[in-house]
Structure formats: structure tokens, C-alpha cells
């Protein structure tokens, strides 16, 4: 019987999702010298690969060589490198503010000299492509020229903490190594108390707070197919695949005509996708040729996008595959909202995360039904960085019709901001939910029905006997008090 071999899985760190096409085929190469033959793109903006345990020695000698970051041991926050994320991918592509562009992001991230073990993001408030606060350091830019907020978000509390300074570019790097050491050497300190530490070292170029940040209240990360630059007369190509295993073969050739027709970097998104930017028009039609000879679709559905998964979890892929499904079948708009599948604690950036209950086995006995929580951000916002509940313990089956509800709501949004209730966090309720018996829909008290001009806060008793489910349209009559649970996430 021949064993099973053993692998790590091992991530090459590319700084802010910046990379030039000749380091990508370095990087290739290596990875068909470890028997791939495709690698994947994480969700921080790094690409992945098997590494078979007896060619560590050898492989990591040649990443080595080359002075490629990588890590290659799963490990617990806190001692496994981690990747820079940048929204460089989303410039010349979205709106940016005003005084950012692609030549910042290079300069700030040329000037990382530490191998950060806490996640690093540096973003633009104005694009939509990559969250805003997927990292536990998160500098975010302001409108003062060459200034950025700076946001805390720890490990353990996830809780969303703002120094109370801005900090200019060039000192982006020495400020975030200073609070990894400060977490490091006291990891009880609290972000506040490291939050004023940093800030009293008078070496590093802050300034107050003038204006508060504002940043867009929709997400979509729109990346995928050829489309026209920001302001430009050039070209981009998005490139996405469902199962993110894209074909080492096609990368190559991808890297190769890059350097042909003059492109000096490829960026990668959070959504495991890449994008090339500025193809002069002349070179297009050699673009299309090459995603056409080697099978590459820029048409997926728009349902198939933005969705964030565990990477190589085989179930999750085959569950948002089912839910796809549905949601094309029954025409459900998804458009402005990200989705993710959970299957253990981690830093969330999607609007709606469906969270696996891993089931029960009794020996001897058939285990208990898979179940799901479905949770959504306030105000349907991941950068909020606050969650609710929407429905607990839901089966697969009931998957799409709750997830279609809760999409409604989404879409219902249209009401004048004040008509929402807040939501306080920690709150817990204890108000009968009712639930339609023949497609599961629910009807929440704190939401209302705006399809059917009902206000929030409208208790089910209070109803009009015209009431009727918004999916189905089973009577009011008809609806069943249900021991699922609903309550509030802060």
C-alpha cells in the first residue's frame, strides 16, 4: 500500500499584491519544481502553492536564493509572517482620493523592512475593491495630502480601535513595526494604551484629526473581465476562476506577453483573482487570443463573484456552488454585496458570512444535520466591522430562501436612513420570531416588511390579516413561531 504523501502549504508573500511579471515566473518555476501544476491566490493577496515535505529543504534553499518571502507552516496568529495587503489593485481602476496614486503604494511599501506577523493593510477609502479593515494594523488615507488614519484591530477582541493621530507615508512602516513590538513585548496591553504609547514617540511625523473618515456605504468588488481604465484611454483584464486553481501553463504565457507588450506589474485581489493593467488598445486582441486559446472565460456569472472561502475547502466550494445555483434559477440580485463561507474564526470583510455548525456523531447512531448561521454586517457594510445574526441553525435546504430574504432587505435599504432602527451591540431579545412554513422565510420585528410598507418595530400580532410572506405569499395565518434563535452580534 503506498502512503499518502505529506505537503505544507506554502505562501508566497507578494508585498501589497504587487508583483512584476518576471519575479511571477521565478516564483512559477519553483512551484513546478515542487510537481504543481496550478497554484491558488489567499484571500491576503499572496499566491499558493503543495509543497511536498521531502522538497522543503531544496524548494525553500531556492526561495531562499531568490529572496522571496514565504511561510510554510500553519501557525497560529502571531508567528507565521503575513502578507501586506494594498488597494494599489483597485488604482487607475476605481475613484481614488485625490492625492493617491499607484507610485504611493510602491513608495510606502519599498520602505517595509520587517516581516510583519500582525496583518498589515494600507487602503483607499473611496474604492470598493479591497476592505478596509481585514487587518489587524489597517492605515487608511485621509484627505490631508500624504496623511492616513490609522485603525487597531487585535487579535482576540477583532474589536475596531482609531489612534487618535494621523501619520504621514514615509512613516507607515516605522509606526506599524512599533506596535508589533508593543503587542508582542505586552500583548496586555490594550489597543488604547498601545494606541498612546506609539504616539508619544515625537521621531515619527503625526498630525491631529480634522475631519472624520468617510468611506462609501455599498462593497462590490467588480474586478473581473476587460474594461476600460479610470480616466484613461487604456485597458484592464480581470481574471477569475470558481475553483481558484489557476494553471501554471497559462500564468507563464500570462507573465510573457506582459513583458512583451510593456506591463510592468500584476496585481492581486483579496477575491483570488488577478488584474493586469494599462494594455494599450493595439495589444488587446493579443490578450483576448490568449484567455481564448487556453479556455479562460471573463463571463462568469455575476453570482459566481465576490465570494470568499477557506482556501482548498472542497465542501465550501461545493455550498456556494448549490447556492449559486439557486440564486441564478430564481434571478436573486446580488449586485453590491460580498459573501463568505466560514469554517473557523477569522477576521470577516464580506457583507453576508454563512458560518458552518460542525455536526455531532454519536457512535452507533446517524450524526445530526449540518446547520448554519447567517450573519450579516450592519447596514449590509463590512467595514462597519459590527455583525448580527439573521438566522441560526439553518439547514442546507433552507440556505437560499433565507439567504434570498435576507438579499431583500438588502435591497430595501432604500429607505431614508433614519426609518432604520440602530442596533445596540450585545443586545439580546427574547420577541417571538414567525417563520413561514412552506419556504422558511422569517419575519423580524426589529426589520418590518419594507415590501409590504410596513414599518420596523412592528410587532407580528400587529400585522394587517392582509399580511402575507414575501417570498410565497403564504397568509399571515399560516405562519409558525420557530425555536430558531435570532439575535444580535456586537
Not at 205 to 212: G, R, Y
Not at 483 to 489: E, G, Q
Request: glycine share 4%.
Amino acid at each position: 500500500m503506498e502512503l499518502k504523501k505529506k505537503y505544507h502549504t506554502l505562501r508566497m508573500l507578494v508585498k501589497g499584491g504587487i508583483i512584476t511579471p518576471a519575479y511571477f515566473l521565478k516564483i512559477l518555476e519553483i512551484a513546478r519544481t515542487a510537481g504543481n501544476t496550478t497554484i491558488s491566490f489567499g484571500s491576503r493577496q499572496d499566491i499558493i502553492f503543495k509543497l511536498p515535505v521531502e522538497l522543503q529543504p531544496q524548494v525553500t534553499a531556492e526561495l531562499d536564493k531568490l529572496k522571496i518571502e514565504y511561510a510554510y507552516k500553519q501557525q497560529e496568529i502571531g508567528t507565521m509572517p503575513q502578507n501586506i495587503v494594498s488597494s494599489f489593485v483597485a488604482a487607475d481602476i476605481q475613484g481614488s482620493t485625490q492625492w493617491l496614486n499607484s507610485g504611493n503604494y510602491i513608495q510606502i511599501l519599498d520602505l517595509f523592512e520587517h516581516k510583519h506577523k500582525l496583518r498589515v493593510n494600507i487602503a483607499d477609502p473611496r474604492q470598493t475593491m479591497v476592505p478596509l479593515f481585514y487587518g489587524h494594523i489597517n492605515f487608511v488615507a485621509s484627505p490631508s495630502k500624504h496623511y492616513w488614519y490609522v485603525y487597531l484591530r487585535l487579535p482576540e477582541t477583532y474589536e475596531l480601535y482609531q489612534l487618535p493621530f494621523l501619520i504621514y507615508s514615509t512613516d507607515i512602516p516605522a509606526l506599524a513595526h512599533n506596535i508589533e513590538k508593543l503587542w508582542h513585548t505586552i500583548p496586555t496591553l490594550s489597543a488604547a494604551e498601545i494606541g498612546t504609547k506609539v504616539g508619544a514617540d515625537k521621531t515619527l511625523n503625526t498630525k491631529s484629526i480634522d475631519t472624520q473618515l468617510e468611506h462609501p456605504k455599498t462593497f462590490s468588488a467588480d474586478y473581473e473581465g476587460f474594461g476600460r481604465m479610470y480616466e484613461s484611454d487604456k485597458d484592464r483584464a480581470g481574471v477569475y476562476w470558481r475553483n481558484n486553481q489557476y494553471e501554471i501553463r497559462f500564468l507563464e504565457q500570462m507573465c510573457r506577453l506582459s513583458l512583451e507588450t510593456g506591463l510592468a506589474k500584476i496585481a492581486i485581489t483579496p477575491w483570488k483573482s488577478f488584474l493586469v493593467k494599462s494594455i494599450e488598445e493595439k495589444h488587446l486582441m493579443k490578450w483576448q487570443t490568449l484567455l481564448g486559446k487556453n479556455g479562460i472565460t471573463m463571463r462568469h456569472s455575476a453570482f459566481d463573484l465576490n465570494w470568499h472561502l477557506p482556501l482548498d475547502n472542497k465542501k465550501a466550494l461545493k455550498l456556494k456552488n448549490h447556492i449559486v445555483r439557486k440564486f441564478d434559477k430564481q434571478d436573486v440580485c446580488v449586485h453590491g454585496l460580498t459573501f463568505s463561507i466560514m469554517d473557523e474564526p477569522e477576521l470577516q470583510f464580506s457583507s453576508i458570512v454563512i458560518k458552518e455548525h460542525k455536526p455531532w456523531y454519536i457512535p452507533g447512531f446517524m450524526h445530526f444535520l449540518k446547520t448554519y448561521d447567517i450573519s450579516y454586517a450592519e447596514r449590509f457594510d463590512p467595514n462597519s466591522c459590527n455583525y448580527h445574526y439573521f438566522v441560526e441553525k439553518c439547514t442546507r435546504n433552507e440556505l437560499d430562501i433565507v439567504l434570498a430574504d435576507l438579499i431583500r432587505r438588502f435591497h430595501s435599504q432604500i429607505l431614508p436612513e433614519k426609518e432604520v432602527p440602530e442596533i445596540r451591540k450585545n443586545e439580546q431579545t427574547n420577541i417571538k420570531t414567525y417563520q413561514c412554513p412552506d419556504c422558511f422565510s422569517v419575519y423580524l420585528q426589529e426589520i418590518g416588511c419594507p415590501e409590504q410598507h410596513i414599518a420596523p418595530g412592528t410587532p407580528f400580532a400587529k400585522l394587517p390579516e392582509s399580511y402575507c410572506c414575501p417570498v410565497c405569499e403564504t397568509a399571515k395565518s399560516a405562519f409558525v413561531v420557530t425555536d430558531k434563535v435570532f439575535k444580535n452580534v456586537g
